[in-house]
C-alpha cells in the first residue's frame, strides 16, 4: 500500500496544485507564464510556498534531493525575474524570461511526476521510486514537452518581436 500523506503533506499537495494550475493556464492564454498577470502572479507566488512547504517533508529524515530541487526551482525564478533589469541581454530579454519560468514550471512537474507515480493507485502503485522505468519514461516525455513548449515560445516571441519592428511608428 503506498505511504500515506501526512497533514503538511497534504496541504502541500494543495497548495503545489495552484501553480502547476495557473502555469497552465498562462501557456494556454499568453504562450508563457507572463509575471506582470494576474495569472503569472499566482503562479509565482504558490509556487513559493509550495517549495516553502516542501521543506517540512522528507522521507530521509533531512535536506534531500526534493529540497534541493526546490532551491533551483526558487534561484531559476529570481534569476528569471532579475533578467528584465539586467541591460546588457538586450533582445534576449523576453526569451531569457520564458525560458526561466518554462523551466521552473518543468521543475515544479518533475516531483509531482514521481510522487503521483509512487503513490496511485492506492492500493497497488504504479512505481517503487524515481529509478521505477515508468517515472524515469514519463519524465523523458515529460522533457520533450518542455523542449518541445521552449521551441514554440522562442517562435511565438520571435514573430511578435518581428511584427512589433515592422508596425509604423507615429511620431
Same mark, same amino acid.
Given at each position: 500500500?503506498?505511504?500515506?500523506?501526512?497533514?503538511?503533506?497534504?496541504?502541500?499537495?494543495?497548495?503545489?496544485?495552484?501553480?502547476?494550475?495557473?502555469?497552465?493556464?498562462?501557456?494556454?492564454?499568453?504562450?508563457?507564464?507572463?509575471?506582470?498577470?494576474?495569472?503569472? *502572479?499566482?503562479?509565482?507566488?504558490?509556487?513559493?510556498?509550495?517549495? /516553502?512547504?516542501?521543506?517540512?517533508?522528507?522521507?530521509?529524515?533531512?535536506?534531500?534531493?526534493?529540497?534541493?530541487?526546490?532551491?533551483?526551482?526558487?534561484?531559476?525564478?529570481?534569476?528569471?525575474?532579475?533578467?528584465?533589469?539586467?541591460?546588457?541581454?538586450?533582445?534576449? *530579454?523576453?526569451?531569457?524570461?520564458?525560458?526561466?519560468?518554462?523551466?521552473?514550471?518543468?521543475? /515544479?512537474?518533475?516531483?509531482?511526476?514521481?510522487?503521483? /507515480? *509512487?503513490?496511485?493507485?492506492?492500493?497497488?502503485? /504504479?512505481?517503487?521510486?524515481?529509478?521505477?522505468?515508468?517515472?524515469?519514461?514519463?519524465?523523458?516525455?515529460?522533457?520533450?514537452?518542455?523542449?518541445?513548449?521552449?521551441?514554440?515560445?522562442?517562435?511565438?516571441?520571435?514573430?511578435?518581436?518581428?511584427?512589433?519592428?515592422?508596425?509604423?511608428?507615429?511620431?
Amino acid at each position: 500500500m503506498a505511504n500515506p500523506l501526512s497533514t503538511l503533506g497534504i496541504v502541500h499537495t494543495a497548495i503545489s496544485l495552484a501553480p502547476v494550475a495557473a502555469g497552465l493556464y498562462g501557456f494556454g492564454r499568453y504562450g508563457a507564464i507572463v509575471p506582470s498577470t494576474r495569472s503569472g *502572479k499566482i503562479y509565482l507566488a504558490t509556487l513559493i510556498l509550495a517549495v /516553502l512547504t516542501s521543506a517540512g517533508l522528507s522521507s530521509t529524515g533531512g535536506f534531500n534531493a526534493g529540497h534541493a530541487l526546490g532551491l533551483v526551482t526558487l534561484a531559476v525564478v529570481a534569476g528569471s525575474l532579475a533578467v528584465d533589469r539586467l541591460a546588457f541581454v538586450g533582445r534576449l *530579454k523576453p526569451y531569457l524570461t520564458a525560458l526561466g519560468l518554462s523551466f521552473s514550471y518543468f521543475l /515544479l512537474i518533475v516531483p509531482a511526476i514521481a510522487e503521483t /507515480l *509512487k503513490r496511485l493507485p492506492a492500493s497497488q502503485p /504504479l512505481a517503487s521510486g524515481p529509478e521505477s522505468p515508468i517515472v524515469q519514461t514519463t519524465l523523458l516525455v515529460w522533457l520533450v514537452i518542455f523542449l518541445s513548449g521552449l521551441s514554440v515560445q522562442a517562435y511565438l516571441i520571435h514573430r511578435r518581436a518581428a511584427a512589433t519592428a515592422r508596425a509604423p511608428r507615429s511620431h
